[in-house]
């Protein structure tokens, strides 16, 4: 047998023309920034109109992109100015637009202090449409073979459709207030997450579900996940129009077992979502 290479690309041509498209899923960056005002302040005026504008189109461009969505706000508290939250198909588009808008103020004014890399992700704990027959005919004691049997089957099927949708595929809202945290399943001796057995997890997870339905309507969330992307296994991002709704279902959550017992936490970070032209008067770019 030959040990021919017999690709007729040059490595270079391959690195360089791969998409790197998941399989399934979107790539999700969260960028947060720090600006450095004395950096800033040696510009001329016209240099900062001129950087402004720069910024300004980076984001309008890298929004224009297919599939693509980006939400820019300001960072309440010291931890950071500004933050970012990138959506879009590849890591290749990904990576070049986070390049860019690092650099768009111009060199050193915008001074990553943190970033999270991550992926929308389908749950593994969702119920099957099979699952969710049996449970039909044996806690409601429906008849697999009537019609409001099948109706019922196809009108979860058609619901869990939309909800894959929204989890691979998601539309971000505009909705005033973002919280990102990103979290992981404890792994220490007898509350390791990992050492549960599937149906023992999933019941676990269906509690904490039944805790976020409470906030429909006033929180919507976005579960990326980390594990062998970035230094957590998953990516928490809510959005609401209220801080206390923030506040309490995250208290309220931490009451469920799932939480309390096996989930560890990392920093909060709360933005405002803001049109660029407010954005930047609240940076202190523009007076």
């Given at each position: 047998m030959s040990s021919?290479?017999?690709?007729?690309?040059?490595?270079?041509?391959?690195?360089?023309?791969?998409?790197?498209?998941?399989?399934?899923?979107?790539?999700a960056l969260h960028l947060f920034y720090h600006i450095d005002h004395a950096q800033w302040s040696i510009l001329s005026n016209e240099e900062k109109r001129e950087a402004m504008t720069n910024l300004t189109e980076v984001i309008q461009e890298i929004r224009s992109e297919e599939d693509t969505q980006l939400l820019t706000m300001s960072i309440v508290s010291p931890k950071a100015d500004f933050g970012v939250l990138l959506l879009?198909?590849?890591?290749?588009?990904?990576?070049?637009?986070?390049?860019?808008?690092?650099?768009?103020?111009?060199?050193?004014?915008?001074?990553?202090?943190?970033?999270?890399?991550?992926?929308?992700?389908?749950?593994?704990?969702?119920?099957?449409?099979?699952?969710?027959?049996?449970?039909?005919?044996?806690?409601?004691?429906?008849?697999?073979?009537?019609?409001?049997?099948a109706t019922e089957v196809a009108t979860y099927e058609e619901r869990m459709k939309h909800y894959l949708k929204h989890r691979l595929t998601p539309d971000l809202p505009t909705w005033p207030i973002v919280c990102f945290y990103n979290m992981n399943k404890r792994r220490l001796g007898n509350d390791n997450w990992y050492t549960l057995d599937f149906d023992a997890r999933k019941e676990l997870m269906q509690g904490h579900r039944r805790t976020g339905t409470e906030y429909r309507g006033r929180i919507l969330q976005l579960i990326t996940g980390s594990t062998g992307l970035d230094d957590a296994e998953w990516g928490v991002t809510l959005f609401a129009k209220?801080?206390?709704?923030?506040?309490?279902?995250?208290?309220?959550?931490?009451?469920?077992?799932?939480?309390?017992?096996?989930?560890?936490?990392?920093?909060?970070?709360?933005?405002?979502?803001?049109?660029?032209?407010?954005?930047?008067?609240?940076?202190g770019l523009r007076h």
């Open positions: 021919e290479n017999t690709s007729t690309a040059s490595p270079e041509e391959t690195i360089g023309n791969a998409d790197l498209i998941p399989r399934e899923g979107w790539c879009c198909p590849g890591l290749h588009q990904l990576n070049a637009a986070e390049k860019r808008l690092t650099l768009a103020l111009g060199a050193e004014v915008l001074q990553p202090v943190y970033s999270y890399l991550s992926m929308t992700e389908r749950s593994e704990y969702i119920t099957t449409a099979e699952q969710y027959g049996e449970t039909l005919k044996n806690e409601r004691n429906m008849d697999p073979e009537s019609e409001e049997f209220d801080l206390i709704d923030v506040k309490s279902i995250v208290y309220e959550m931490r009451f469920d077992e799932v939480s309390s017992r096996y989930g560890e936490f990392g920093e909060f970070y709360i933005g405002i979502q803001l049109p660029l032209d407010q954005l930047f008067t609240r940076l």
